[in-house]
């Protein structure tokens, strides 16, 4: 017997339904994942623009006032 046949054993839930609750999950997770990855980007990209806005009118103020 596979740790997976007593897992389920255990839940008493046919070993296909853990599987699919398993499966489910994992989906469920990698998704989740997916989306703190594109949220963490797009934060990424939006503070390297400001940053990057700040610089260019820092710079901009420096040859107005030389």
Same mark, same amino acid.
């Given at each position: 017997?596979?740790?997976?046949?007593?897992?389920?054993?255990?839940?008493?839930?046919?070993?296909?339904?853990? $599987?699919?609750?398993?499966?489910? &999950?994992?989906?469920?997770?990698?998704?989740?994942? #997916?989306? *703190?990855?594109?949220?963490?980007?797009?934060?990424?990209?939006?503070? $390297?623009?400001?940053?990057?806005? &700040?610089?260019?009118?820092?710079h901009?103020?420096? #040859?107005? *006032?030389?």
């Open positions: 017997m596979s740790d997976h046949d007593d897992t389920a054993a255990f839940l008493g839930m046919p070993d296909d339904e853990l $599987s699919i609750l398993l499966t489910k &999950a994992g989906d469920d997770l990698q998704t989740a994942l #997916d989306h *703190a990855i594109d949220t963490t980007e797009g934060y990424r990209q939006i503070i $390297s623009d400001v940053a990057s806005d &700040a610089i260019s009118n820092s901009s103020h420096q #040859d107005n *006032a030389g």
